[in-house]
């Protein structure tokens, strides 16, 4: 029986770091996809509890993004999680800041606001994936800080891994959660939860 | 600080299910569209005569209404070009959400009548034509007759058997990829019209293709040297899949689970393009094989796909269309 190219990739993908996948992408771009089966179903999981059904769509779009910016992976790093959960953060604000964005448009009478301006204010939309207590939680925390702390609560990534999905240094990191942890236990305080 | 704030926050994450088979896998078509590029491929001078240039476009319609209408159109374009993986497409996703759609739907709206036609006309560059008719039972039997008045006889004459099963398996290969992860299913699609669903060797398909070439010569069939388009491994399973999966859509049309599993199965072949439609006022898609699609002589199928069994390009029918409706 003649070796099938479909034996060979299963076989390829057993050996393979996602480091070294992303690497052989670089010269066969099908490579890429080990990193996809790897980490879809996680990557889906992260972007459906943030933003609901559009989640598929953005997790598929984490997956092409990287793709496109592979070259700018970090190959010292074996695990392609962070880098990807950073993606994903980025995406979800964008859609979270397009469809506030558009919320207000809908309404005459909403305040003009400077089309490259960067909301990060907690939108109805974020507040309403989060949930009413988490949402109160949060609403005084910027959207860095937000970030930061579902990576780590949610998505269970360490500081550091944070300080790479994210592409700011650890001290940086440790400060958000430092403050969002802050609020959210002077929250569970106050509330008596 | 404990962690019973991160214990409270990670509690009341919205625990969504896990994604869809169907999301899945258009998310992975749609990356694997994007990361696709032509590779580059060796001209080899000579191939075997199973891999032929047939573009085959497919138009695939359905109700819009839900309930699940299903035809195809083959039609040849003549056009050759590249082999290989091309672009795979970006397209998949209306066919991964189709197949979806007849997966969940068609069981509760079943098609009307117990069998499908398929009448066909097929033109060659010499003005030649002929025509055949096509006509599978839901239950398996198929029946063939030149044209459609001779079937009421070739009824009476019995049905045309499936000596070595290539059709069942088709059928069932089909209704598999369903339910299998979707690399079994392609290979097992693949292999479908291979005795016992095994591929031979490639020393065995070289001798068989050396064969039935010395059979044509002696028979004096002129048989055309010119090398035919370089296909890669992957561009030969991808042909196999694609013959195969309309072998199993002409035989078990009548199957929803038969549709659907042919549609995941066309979504996975790189190049495939899919465009809206209409067919007899219905929408349908209508899918482009790649440009230099091998399509493969390894089917027994006593269907004549377009491309089967021909000795030279000279050979191939310039067009084939076949029209598709259901009885009883």
């Known amino acids: 029986m003649s070796v099938r190219p479909v034996s060979a990739v299963v076989a390829r993908r057993e050996a393979s770091s996602d480091a070294a996948a992303i690497a052989s992408s670089l010269a066969d771009g099908r490579a890429f996809e080990l990193v996809f089966d790897r980490h879809w179903v996680a990557i889906h999981s992260f972007c459906a509890s943030r933003v609901g059904s559009a989640g598929e769509d953005i997790a598929a779009e984490t997956f092409r993004v990287a793709f496109d910016g592979r070259r700018r992976f970090d190959g010292r790093c074996d695990d392609a999680r962070p880098w990807l959960y950073g993606i994903a953060s980025n995406l979800i604000r964008r859609h979270f800041r397009t469809s506030e964005r558009g919320r207000r448009a809908l309404r005459r009478s909403a305040p003009l606001e400077p089309v490259d301006g960067v909301d990060d204010t907690l939108g109805r939309l974020e507040a309403q994936r989060l949930g009413p207590q988490l949402a109160a939680a949060m609403r005084a925390l910027s959207a860095e800080e937000r970030d930061a702390l579902l990576l780590l609560a949610w998505a269970g990534l360490s500081y550091e ?30 509330e008596d939860i | 600080m404990n962690d019973a704030d991160l214990q409270w926050v990670a509690a009341q994450r919205p625990v969504p299910a896990p994604p869809a088979r169907a999301a899945t896998a258009r998310a992975r078509a749609a990356l694997t569209a994007h990361a696709s590029e032509p590779p580059l491929v060796l001209l080899r001078p000579e191939r075997r005569n199973r891999r032929l240039r047939w573009p085959i476009r497919v138009a695939v319609a359905a109700a819009v209404a839900g309930a699940a209408a299903f035809a195809a159109t083959l039609v040849g374009s003549g056009s050759s070009g590249p082999a290989g993986l091309g672009v795979q497409n970006a397209a998949a996703a209306p066919l991964l959400r189709l197949a979806e759609h007849v997966a969940k739907t068609a069981q509760a709206t079943p098609l009307p009548g117990d069998a499908t036609l398929i009448e066909r006309l097929h033109t060659f560059p010499d003005q030649r034509s002929f025509t055949g008719a096509d006509l599978y039972l839901d239950d398996g039997t198929y029946y063939y007759a030149p044209t459609r008045a001779g079937l009421p006889a070739a009824m009476a004459a019995g049905p045309v058997s499936d000596p070595d099963g290539s059709i069942a398996r088709q059928v069932a290969a089909a209704v598999a990829a369903t339910t299998l992860p979707i690399d079994q299913a392609r290979l097992r699609m693949a292999n479908a019209a291979f005795p016992d669903g095994k591929a031979p060797s490639e020393a065995e398909l070289d001798r068989q293709a050396r064969a039935a070439q010395a059979d044509r010569a002696k028979a004096g069939v002129k048989v055309d040297h010119s090398p035919l388009p370089p296909a890669t491994p992957e561009a030969i399973l991808n042909g196999e899949i694609w013959s195969n999966s309309l072998d199993a859509l002409q035989a078990g049309a009548g199957k929803p689970e038969v549709r659907a599993g042919v549609l995941d199965l066309l979504a996975t072949i790189p190049g495939v393009q899919v465009r809206h439609t209409t067919t007899d006022g219905k929408a349908a898609l209508e899918l482009d094989s790649p440009p230099g699609r091998t399509a493969t002589s390894s089917s027994s199928s006593s269907m004549p796909t377009p491309g089967r069994r021909s000795a030279s390009p000279a050979a191939i029918p310039a067009s084939s269309r076949a029209s598709r409706s259901r009885t009883r």
Not at chain 1, 161 to 189: F, K
């Open chain 1, 161 to 190: 891994e944070i300080a790479r999905a994210l592409d700011v240094p650890i001290g940086t990191v440790r400060s958000r959660i430092h403050r969002a942890r802050a609020s959210i236990q002077s929250y569970v305080n106050r």
